[in-house]
């Protein structure tokens, strides 16, 4: 009788073993599927994890922009000091704050030299499908982005708006696809353009501390605001209210990497570069960020 009881203790035992470990399995596809480096504030990624994500991004400007139907020099470049918080409130739930930072405008020529706070933003984001043991998760959320920054670098225009975004991955093993739709709704379209947003990634992981991806970005304006009269669009970070950017797109490509230094931390760097003309004032960037899991 000790014997059988025995026998069907340990059973159990392996049987609880193998339950966890096909669990961890199954959830462990999303660590091969690293989160975006590029479009910090509009990539969002599907997956629901408590972060803390510090990001430097350098950004060179194009050599000309159309105003009022002319092409002034502008060069020089624009750097960002920006930290996203997301808190996952359930294991389909986050709260998600990814725009905030210090911002450092230096055009080398025509427009003024500035710097000054970044527009706060906030949101929600629920994961409607989460299958993992066919590695795919599909995710819809929304974000305000309130006029809280200084105008001088171009924030702090309109009286807010929303992002309305879907995004997805998809597994298979050490690859990863991941994609993001979304639109940018001004509260006030006569001080902000209302915009379209697609973002794509693909990455594979050839170990834990190096998972290459490559990566695209677009922004399409859909309204004339009536604040400056440009013919292009501020890209993420900025939305000037152009006057004359209605049914444009700005396209740009890029690649890079992620490291799993820690099952909580993660560095991640990607280079970007505009594909489309009108340029507008994106002509490359280089992004690093840290990834701070709890």
Same mark, same amino acid.
């Given at each position: 009788m000790q014997t059988h009881s025995r026998y069907i203790l340990t059973s159990l035992t392996?049987?609880?073993?193998?339950t966890s470990w096909s669990v961890t399995a199954a959830e462990d596809w999303s660590s091969k599927a690293p989160a975006p480096v590029v479009n910090p504030v509009f990539f969002e990624e599907p997956f629901i994890r408590s972060e803390v994500r510090p990001i430097f991004m350098y950004q060179q400007l194009g050599k000309t922009l159309s105003v009022g139907g002319a092409y002034v020099p502008v060069k020089g470049n624009v750097s960002l000091f920006a930290a996203e918080i997301r808190w996952a409130v359930t294991d389909r739930l986050a709260i998600i704050?990814?725009? +905030?930072?210090? *911002?450092?405008?230096?055009?080398?020529?025509?427009l003024t030299k500035a710097s000054g706070w !970044?527009?706060?933003?906030?949101?929600?984001?629920?994961?409607?499908?989460?299958d993992r043991e066919?590695?795919?998760?599909?995710?819809?959320g929304v974000e305000l982005e309130l006029p809280t920054? +200084?105008?001088? *670098?171009?924030?702090?225009?309109?009286?807010?708006?929303?992002?309305?975004?879907?995004? !997805?991955?998809?597994g298979w093993d050490k690859l990863s696809l991941m994609g993001n739709l979304g639109a940018r709704v001004p509260n006030n379209m006569a001080r902000e353009t209302a915009q379209l947003h697609t973002s794509v990634q693909l990455a594979y992981q050839t170990c834990r501390y190096f998972t290459p991806f490559i990566a695209a970005n677009s922004f399409t304006v859909l309204n004339a605001a009536n604040q400056i009269g440009l013919g292009a669009e501020g890209f993420d970070l900025i939305n000037f209210g152009a006057a004359s950017a209605a049914g444009t797109t700005q396209v740009t490509a890029g690649a890079g990497f992620r490291s799993r230094l820690h099952d909580r931390v993660e560095l991640g760097l990607a280079y970007e570069r505009s594909?489309?003309?009108?340029?507008?004032?994106?002509?490359?960037?280089?992004t690093l960020d840290v990834v701070l899991r709890f």
């Open positions: 392996l049987l609880a073993g193998l704050a990814t725009k +905030d930072g210090y *911002v450092d405008f230096n055009p080398s020529q025509t !970044a527009n706060i933003s906030l949101g929600l984001k629920y994961a409607v499908i989460d066919n590695q795919f998760i599909l995710t819809p920054g +200084d105008r001088k *670098v171009f924030q702090g225009n309109g009286d807010g708006s929303w992002d309305i975004f879907l995004a !997805a991955a998809k594909v489309t003309n009108p340029r507008g004032v994106f002509d490359d960037r280089t």
